[in-house]
């Protein structure tokens, strides 16, 4: 059961989603000795560039939506984002409606947070039964190689799975600032989501509809530098088990990178805007038409960076497979079996992050096999 802090009651309704093996804050690691770098955070070399180099020219090349231009019905913009669905999994939204006060207030109220003592913060460690607080998500082993990172996550709606004893209450304006924020994404998801539906040949309430009530997390993560920001990675390369997230970056430090064409390209902030990811959800619903890119976070030797990342998905009973319009056009037979959608997230956040890895149980066997 989740305690609900603000109205002092238990919330049977909260769930818990997946255990992690509490490790070192690496924050307070580098407080105490900028120039350490523990071997457990030290990568191979396949691990920190793959078979490609690090930076691309492809970097000005990911695709821009604007959200005002779907919203007076353009065509042409529609059809931008089929393209951007199709050949990237990625894009940045421009003019999505939310304040710029908004977003400025997010950004401060975290900074504060993150600049607390780290006995303040560990108030709101996770639990050993979930991944909700404060700490490290996908620690599965204590044997695996960590990610250079710290975060905060929350479980925003429906609002009785919050547990607001893991919403910190200092500093005093970041629970507002959640709460806006969240709201704010909240309506850019549902309008986003009603030109997906169109694009996979629905109506437009089609894909929200299907996900019977909404579920939205917020995740907040800290990249302290590193004096080896070449032999570390903030976040290990991975796909989201999302309907789609959208996240909103610091502006003057770039370290979101998303794998195209075999290469890994740095993803360059756009001011006010939101960058948008397609999840394994749309990939499974889309027979694999739209799919879920890995993407990861790299490291710099100068300043830290925080990145905002709400996570949209279906309710947990929500069962999830290729929709009957996207069998037998592009690709004729059905790619992925019927899972429960909860399970499709526990199962994914009992491992490490390896790329896509997590998906292989959605997948019909055969297609696994293809894969490799």
Known sequence: MGFDGENGIENEKAPNWATSIPVDNVQEMVRRNSYAVPEKYIRNLEDRHGNTCLFSASTNNIPVIDLSLLTDNCKEELKKLDLSCAEWGFFQVINHGIAQEILLGMKDAAVSFFELPLEEKEKYSMPPNDIQGYGHAYVASTEQKLDWSDALIMVVYPTHYRKYKYWPATPPELKDAIEAYSFEVNKVAIKLLSYLSLIVGMDKEGLLGMHKEIMQALRLNYYPPCSKPDQVIGLSPHSDTSTISILMQDEDVTGLQIRHDGEWVSVKPIPNSLVV?????????????????????????????????????????????????????????????????????????????????????????KNIEKDL
Not at 278 to 300: L, T
Not at 305 to 323: H, K, Q, T
Not at 334 to 343: A, P, Q, S, T
């Open 277 to 365: 990811n397609i999840g394994d959800v749309i990939e499974i619903w889309s027979n694999g038409k739209y799919k879920s890119i890995e993407h990861r976070a790299v490291i710099n030797d100068q300043k830290a960076r925080i990145s905002y990342a709400s996570f949209i998905c279906p309710n947990d009973d929500v069962e999830i497979e290729p929709l009957k319009q996207t069998v037998g056009c592009q690709e004729p037979k059905k790619l992925y079996k019927k899972i429960r959608c909860g399970d499709f997230l526990r199962q994914s956040m009992k491992r490490k992050m390896e790329g896509k890895a997590h998906t292989d149980v959605a997948k019909i066997e």
